[in-house]
């Protein structure tokens, strides 16, 4: 009796169970409503207290009865999860954390602390031992913008005799005295700082279990005996060599002619196209807003045979022909059938009455108060609709075009204005006539050349533009060579481009890898060819994401577009790098990237360069998005041999035996280094975290997505070890299946739950439909897993199986 409850607690049964139960409650958290219910039913309740408990007591039974600690990457791997465990428990049970509010001038030797995090009324006072006294908040927004752009507490430590001045702000905290201290917030009118306290006795264990995890993963693919290493040298790939190298427009009939038009405007675009101008914090040149403006109202960047320079010039100096023009995307077919319009695309005039008036303000109306989840796909696309026609409005207006400082400009945080403020301001008396007579007599006659395509007029009035700006806030003004290289960058649209390269590529090289296992023949030549193609798109993505890093002044994957450029990025290197010499996996690789690249071109992800919110000004950036995304690479290329392994089973399971094992090594491997990954960049981010706001782990839907994750591949490289779960075909549905949890980590984190420190928005591609396919692929993933745990389960109560021995196998 005592040997059976000691097999089952201490079993691999037990150990899924558990780790399926945990999966479950921590998705489900994600899904409530608010933090607070978040804690009140999941987090902070001790059921789910005794769940991490068990977890961390089966875990280390098993490692005992298993025998780890003779297989030293696997007892590290194992040890660090009871480190991490053990560190958590400390900080859950003697941590605690809280906040100090001061406003300029004050001090205080106290914080106010939360003692649960479910319950955050109940608080008490707790005194730190020594003063706090802010002597300066700083608050700094980008040019022209109210986004901050820093937030600075500086501060002076007084303890007894002992006094010494501190600068504390995002990502730079102060430690004294075991207490942490970050800038957390401040009050709305810039006058008072908020700082986040945080005293944890459990952070360094914690840090120690997160550097026994990467450790164990690294010798883990270093040495000779593991799995991982006899998979690679099954393969003959050539070790781990490799990865070392990874730390890298129809025409319209109209009294206007548009051929005449596209012709004379292309003398005067370029000068156009380098005029500086302001939008959301960041000064760039109107190439950039141009194509901005031509994404968001005719998802084309080239329309009618125009460029989208062309359009926007066209749009400003010819407005009442423009006009008249089908530019306006209409997505949804009801609508364009209320436009009468055949084709896609609608003429501005379309949606306004004779006097002038919006025609379809009850539509919008009607979309914009009706509650989220309730919209339909109709609603969305009204909504959508009244942006497109209002940045149009804003185009015909010269409203966008903020492209003047004026003296009183450095007072103002550098404000640019559009000539329509200029004028607004003479109208309300805060500029005098004479000064807005020299800008907008600069503008006018821009304007006035543009449509007279008089090239020197063009370059005169740009020329005074500049002097403007030059005069009044030459601090803030990019240098010229950045600004070539931005419009070298918009010109040569490498991203796009991209889309069809990889996906062309991907597909003719899996059409050669079925001619190959199917007529058991290499085409070595062809192979070759293959492979230097996807290398050179991959040096051209490399190219282009290196030329957005230096445009944009920060690394490119810090939103939504970047991030998923990057996940490409990462799919074609692992399949180029790690898979090269079979095709199908390298076509699955590149196809993928292709796949992906595609997504990041979607009408709701927004491409434009943005500004970066303080927190995201941090070496960490670098390091932490950059790991976990390239994790998504290797798992999206691992998901995608997956399929084609299961092509293969429904070909021919016998005759095409020995290459559905390859595949299933090789599959293992990009899980394998897949997880390592997403290991050690989500332990990175907890770090980071704990550096820029108190917490190492809060469980933000992010972060649970992504230990979710962790899990989830955990059980699936630990399949092999259950006889049920181990053959080719499960493993094979396991790792395509398994991807669905990335897709909702990323995309349903990102864009459906939109909750939480990590979210870009609530945005919809589609409506809601995409999540119900992400849901369907998780719940057959559980229903695999569980089904062949039942299964196990069932035939060691009724008839013991003859497990095979394995580098996991009890010595008995």
Do not use: C
Not at 89 to 103: D, S
Not at 304 to 316: H, K, S
Not at 385 to 402: C, D, L, P, W
Not at 636 to 651: E, P, R, T
């Amino acid at each position: 009796m005592i040997k059976k409850i000691y097999n089952f607690f201490f079993s691999i049964e037990l150990a899924v169970v558990l780790s399926l139960i945990f999966i479950v409650a921590m998705g489900a958290a994600t899904f409530l409503k608010t933090d607070l219910e978040a804690w009140q039913y999941v987090y902070g309740t001790k059921w789910f207290e005794l769940i991490m408990w068990l977890l961390g007591i089966n875990l280390t039974g098993v490692m005992f009865r298993y025998k780890t600690y003779k297989k030293t990457p696997i007892f590290l791997l194992h040890l660090s999860v009871i480190v991490i465990l053990l560190g958590a428990g400390i900080t859950r049970y003697f941590g605690y954390e809280g906040n100090l509010h001061l406003r300029n001038g004050q001090s205080a030797n106290q914080i106010t602390v939360i003692k649960n995090r479910a319950k955050p009324t109940d608080i008490y006072v707790k005194k730190l031992g020594f003063t706090v006294r802010l002597d300066k908040f700083v608050l700094k927004h980008y040019p022209g913008s109210m986004q901050p752009s820093s937030y600075d507490s500086y501060v002076t430590i007084i303890d007894g005799n002992k006094k010494f001045h501190y600068h504390i702000y995002m990502n730079h905290i102060l430690v004294y005295k075991g207490y942490r201290f970050y800038q957390a917030s401040y009050d709305p009118d810039g006058g008072g700082s908020i700082l986040s306290v945080n005293h944890d006795p459990g952070m360094y264990m914690t840090y120690f279990g997160y550097l026994l995890m990467a450790i164990g993963f690294l010798i883990s693919m270093l040495y000779k005996k593991s799995r991982f290493q006899i998979t690679v040298k099954k393969l003959k790939t050539g070790g781990l060599f490799s990865l070392l190298l990874f730390l890298a427009f129809p025409h319209s009939a109209n009294a206007f002619d548009i051929d005449s038009y596209i012709q004379k405007s292309k003398s005067v675009e370029p000068v156009w196209e380098r005029i500086l101008v302001q939008k959301s914090g960041r000064i760039e040149p109107m190439d950039t807003l141009d194509l901005d403006i031509a994404h968001k109202i005719a998802r084309k960047y080239k329309l009618m045979g125009m460029d989208y320079n062309q359009l926007v010039m066209g749009m400003l100096a010819f407005p009442e022909k423009f006009q008249k023009l089908p530019l306006i995307y209409i997505g949804h077919p009801k609508i364009r059938k209320l436009l009468h319009i055949k084709g896609k695309y609608a003429p501005y005039i379309d949606f306004f009455l004779p006097n002038g008036n919006f025609k379809f303000t009850k539509e919008v109306n009607k979309a914009f108060d009706t509650p989220d989840i309730q919209k339909t796909q109709l609603d969305r696309e009204w909504i959508k609709i009244n942006e497109r026609v209002y940045v149009s409005f804003m185009v015909y207006t010269a409203q966008i075009f903020k492209i003047f400082p004026t003296p009183n400009s450095k007072k103002m945080n550098n404000t640019w204005f559009s000539p329509y403020q200029i004028e607004e301001s003479v109208t309300k008396g805060m500029m005098d006539p004479f000064s807005a007579r020299a800008y907008l007599n600069s503008f006018n006659s821009l304007v006035k050349n543009i449509k007279e395509f008089n090239l020197n007029g063009v370059k005169k009035a740009s020329n005074e533009i500049y002097e403007f700006q030059k005069t009044y806030t030459p601090d803030i003004l990019p240098s010229k060579n950045r600004i070539e290289w931005e419009i070298k960058y918009n010109h040569l649209q490498i991203f796009p481009m991209l889309i069809g390269i990889y996906s062309t590529l991907g597909l003719i090289i899996i059409i050669l890898g079925f001619i190959e296992v199917l007529r058991l023949k290499k085409y070595q030549k062809t192979e070759l060819i293959f492979v230097t193609l996807g290398a050179l798109a991959l040096l051209l993505h490399t190219f282009n994401m290196g030329l957005r890093w230096y445009v944009a002044g920060h690394a490119p994957w810090s939103d939504a577009y970047e991030s998923i450029i990057f996940i490409a990025w990462g799919a074609a290197f692992a399949s180029l790098v790690f898979f090269r010499k079979s095709m199908l996996a390298l076509g699955a690789g590149l196809f993928v990237a292709g796949m992906f690249m595609m997504v990041a071109h979607l009408n709701n992800i927004d491409p434009q360069i943005t500004n970066l919110v303080p927190v995201l000004k941090s070496y960490w950036l670098l390091v932490h998005v950059a790991v976990i995304t390239s994790s998504y690479g290797f798992l999206a290329v691992g998901a995608m041999l997956g399929l084609l392994n299961l092509v293969l089973f429904a070909i021919n399971k016998e005759k095409l035996k020995k290459q559905i094992k390859e595949f299933n090594n090789i599959i293992y491997i990009a899980l394998y280094i897949g997880l390592a990954l997403l290991s050690v960049g989500t332990f990175l981010g907890a770090v980071w975290a704990n550096e820029s706001w108190g917490r190492y782990w809060s469980w933000d839907p992010k972060e649970t997505w992504s230990l979710i994750s962790m899990v989830v591949y955990a059980l699936v490289i630990h399949a092999k070890m259950m006889p049920k779960l181990r053959g080719e075909f499960i493993f094979s549905l396991l790792a395509f299946l398994s991807f669905f949890f990335i897709l909702m980590t990323y995309f349903g984190v990102n864009f459906y739950i939109a909750q939480g420190l990590h979210s870009y928005g609530q945005e919809v591609v589609n409506g809601y439909g995409w999540i119900n396919i992400i849901f369907a692929g998780m719940g057959a993933w559980f229903a695999v897993v569980i089904l062949g745990l039942g299964m196990e389960l069932y035939q060691k109560i009724n008839k013991p199986l003859k497990i095979e021995k394995n580098e996991y196998s009890p010595k008995t």
